[in-house]
């Protein structure tokens, strides 16, 4: 047995073509211009200018540099979270292909409390009640 496939036009089938006339193609198909990036230096003020308008007073310390619309965040803050939210913040400036995130986080980690040895005398519970478990009834 041969299966054999035909075009629709062969079979008397209406095609695409029958039903919806073509569209005339343009001569030259128009190039779009990538969106103006700002100088680098305006990428770094408007870096900082975002970092200080934060709310986040700590942030106000963190020099920003910019170069070909990779920005790079330098200095010091006590947290994790205030490292990541200057990243983000400054990542969603228009132009900013990349952010280089150099700060230093500069608070030591807490350290954790030893059983018994919170500000309560006496072999207090993790839930700061006075005594030992075993006194408990």
Known sequence: MTIVFRPLADCGLPTTSDLVP???????????????????SS???EAERRLRGSGYLALRD???????GIVRLRGRLAS??????????VADIDGVRGVVNLIEITAPPRPLRQWGTNSLEGGASPLGVPGHLSQVT
């Open 22 to 40: 073509p569209l005339p193609l343009p001569l030259a198909v128009p190039r779009l211009a990538p969106p103006p990036s700002p100088p680098p």
């Open 43 to 45: 990428l770094g003020l």
């Open 62 to 68: 963190v020099v920003c540099e910019a170069q070909a």
């Open 80 to 89: 994790y979270y205030l490292k990541q939210v200057a990243q983000a913040l």
